[in-house]
């Protein structure tokens, strides 16, 4: 009398003959899960549009600031007269950058400035 | 009363249609003529928008690290300085948390503005000149939204900078 093979046996084996190419491909699996998981985030961060060398920023990728010039005013010490004036005088020249500048100011979206306007007509 | 009521409706309808004539007056129309110059213009315009669109990014990036260091390297370390030696810090606390608000509120409407653009110049201006405008139209309010972000952010500086010369006075009284 021959026994049944059992199906759980029988798929576990043919798991066992396979197991390499399993496991290549749940590697893979995870890594694209992983990696969606990042690029989500880098949209989602705001990285992406911080991020000059993506297409299209090429030619002002050597204009950005390094920023890391700037030390700072410590936050340790005393506070008297002479760390008083000297907190003014780093935060004076920060903030001397930071106001003269009308950051993404002006008219360069208008439909003047984009010619979709229709022109006026003249008046002969 | 509906003599009163019908005299009501017939005001309320001649506002709204005043309202909407000045609206429409405001912009011009959508004609078959404007689509046609959109479309003869528009490559040229998608030019000027991806030029933007990069300076705009770099500015982000400059603009953004100064905005930052005023925050992280100036005006965290004098609150946290003057806590450490037990003075009044007034508002500066306050006008500090203000200011890292309104920091990200710049940096989510940036990200707004960026999206949008970026969708923009992505548009076929030529198949879809409606669009296309319509998408200029909406970045344009989104990169007006960044620059009142920006403005609210100097506004924060300029505050910060007049409590601290208020500290600085009543500091200089107290050591007298």
């Given at each position: 009398m021959t026994e049944e093979p059992n199906p759980v046996t029988q798929?576990?084996?043919?798991?066992?003959?396979?197991?390499?190419?399993?496991?290549?491909?749940s590697t893979i699996l995870v890594s694209l899960f992983l990696v969606g998981i990042a690029l989500s985030l880098y949209a989602s961060s705001g990285a992406a549009q911080l991020d000059l060398s993506r297409?299209?920023?090429?030619?002002?990728?050597d204009k950005a600031d390094r920023g890391d010039t700037f030390t700072g005013f410590p936050a340790t010490g005393k506070i008297d007269k002479e760390s008083l004036e000297q907190f003014k005088k780093l935060y004076d020249t920060q903030a001397k950058q930071a106001?003269?500048?009308?950051?993404?100011g002006g008219t360069p979206m208008t439909d003047e400035a984009l010619s979709l306007t229709v022109p006026a007509p003249v008046i002969e | 009363m509906k003599r009163y009521l019908l005299l009501l409706s017939l005001v309320l309808a001649t506002l709204a249609g005043v309202a909407t004539v000045a609206?429409?007056?405001?912009e011009q129309p959508m004609?078959?003529?404007?689509?046609?110059?959109?479309?003869?213009?528009?490559?040229?315009?998608?030019?000027?928008?991806?030029?933007?669109?990069?300076?705009?990014?770099?500015?982000?990036?400059?603009?953004?690290?100064?905005?930052?260091?005023?925050s992280t390297k100036?005006?965290?370390?004098?609150?946290?300085?003057?806590?450490?030696?037990?003075?009044?810090?007034?508002?500066?606390?306050?006008i500090s948390e203000e200011y890292v608000s309104r920091l990200d509120t710049f940096r989510s409407d940036y990200q707004e503005y960026e999206k949008s653009m970026t969708r923009t110049l992505a548009i076929d201006c030529t198949r879809q000149p409606v669009t296309f405008y319509d998408a200029v139209v909406e970045t344009r309010t989104k990169r007006q939204k960044v620059h009142d972000s920006s403005v609210l952010l100097?506004?924060?500086?300029?505050?910060?900078?007049?409590?601290?010369?208020?500290f600085a006075s009543k500091f200089k009284e107290v050591a007298e």
């Amino acid at each position: 009398m021959t026994e049944e093979p059992n199906p759980v046996t029988q798929r576990f084996e043919r798991f066992k003959e396979h197991k390499f190419i399993i496991l290549v491909g749940s590697t893979i699996l995870v890594s694209l899960f992983l990696v969606g998981i990042a690029l989500s985030l880098y949209a989602s961060s705001g990285a992406a549009q911080l991020d000059l060398s993506r297409v299209g920023y090429k030619e002002v990728r050597d204009k950005a600031d390094r920023g890391d010039t700037f030390t700072g005013f410590p936050a340790t010490g005393k506070i008297d007269k002479e760390s008083l004036e000297q907190f003014k005088k780093l935060y004076d020249t920060q903030a001397k950058q930071a106001l003269n500048f009308d950051s993404f100011g002006g008219t360069p979206m208008t439909d003047e400035a984009l010619s979709l306007t229709v022109p006026a007509p003249v008046i002969e | 009363m509906k003599r009163y009521l019908l005299l009501l409706s017939l005001v309320l309808a001649t506002l709204a249609g005043v309202a909407t004539v000045a609206h429409a007056e405001n912009e011009q129309p959508m004609t078959d003529e404007r689509v046609e110059v959109i479309r003869a213009n528009c490559k040229e315009a998608t030019v000027t928008l991806d030029r933007l669109h990069a300076s705009d990014g770099l500015l982000r990036v400059n603009r953004g690290q100064l905005f930052e260091s005023i925050s992280t390297k100036l005006m965290t370390p004098f609150n946290n300085r003057l806590n450490a030696n037990q003075l009044e810090r007034g508002l500066l606390p306050t006008i500090s948390e203000e200011y890292v608000s309104r920091l990200d509120t710049f940096r989510s409407d940036y990200q707004e503005y960026e999206k949008s653009m970026t969708r923009t110049l992505a548009i076929d201006c030529t198949r879809q000149p409606v669009t296309f405008y319509d998408a200029v139209v909406e970045t344009r309010t989104k990169r007006q939204k960044v620059h009142d972000s920006s403005v609210l952010l100097q506004d924060s500086i300029r505050k910060y900078r007049a409590e601290v010369d208020v500290f600085a006075s009543k500091f200089k009284e107290v050591a007298e």
